[in-house]
């Protein structure tokens, strides 16, 4: 299992991304009715229409969207900085911990589900001793 795309992961990504990407997907499902019955050539033909005015529509309103988010992006920025400064100060937290959670997370991730040969092997044995001692 990968973190990789995961959207707690992807530097930048905020909360509002993902609720767009949420209303995207959710108003795209007006299209079910629609191409249920369709070929699948003609399903392809709709998807692609309905995502081209969608991104028509995101376009004209692109700076507007901009502006609010750059002003939230301060805000936060102005408003949160210094929170997460006196709780990295109350726990004892430096910044190089942060990162180096990071690195760590993303490498437990990243070899999730690979067992290591020795695991299996003890795995193995802590279950022959069960299995002696319920024999005994």
Do not use: C
């Not at 229409?49 to 988010?69: A, C, H, I, R, S």
């Amino acid at each position: 299992m990968s973190t990789k795309n995961h959207q707690n992961i992807i530097e930048g990504i905020g909360i509002k991304d993902l609720k767009t990407l949420k209303r995207v997907f959710s108003s795209s499902n007006q299209l079910a009715p629609i191409i249920q019955y369709a070929t699948a050539f003609r399903q392809r033909v709709f998807i692609d229409m309905f995502f081209k005015q969608w991104d028509e529509e995101k376009y004209q309103n692109l700076g507007t969207m901009l502006l609010k988010n750059y002003l939230q992006a301060l805000g936060i920025i102005e408003n949160e900085s210094m929170l997460l400064l006196e709780a990295m100060k109350s726990l004892n937290i430096q910044d190089g911990d942060i990162k180096q959670w990071h690195a760590e997370q993303v490498e437990y991730f990243a070899s999730l589900g690979n067992e290591q040969d020795w695991d299996v092997h003890v795995v193995a044995y802590v279950e022959l001793l069960q299995e002696l001692q319920n024999i005994e």
